[in-house]
């Protein structure tokens, strides 16, 4: 999700619907479930379902959440 007010971003790294009061609000989501959550969202704000999948599996994997390394 693009952060861009304040209220969008539920901490420095992750938006307000993934993290919220200091803990993720779905612990329990995997990557692959996470991209499929996200797809709709994405469609909502103009992507293709294609587009929404690229970005979601290129960008998601990048955050500390799902980079265990």
Known sequence: MPMVKP???GNEEYCCYC???GTFTDPTLTLPQMIEKL????IQMGKSEND???MA????PKLKRWNKK
């Open 7 to 9: 209220e969008d971003f």
């Open 19 to 21: 993290f919220k009061n």
């Open 52 to 54: 929404a999948r690229k």
């Open 39 to 42: 797809i709709p969202f994405a």
């Open 57 to 60: 599996s290129e960008q998601l």
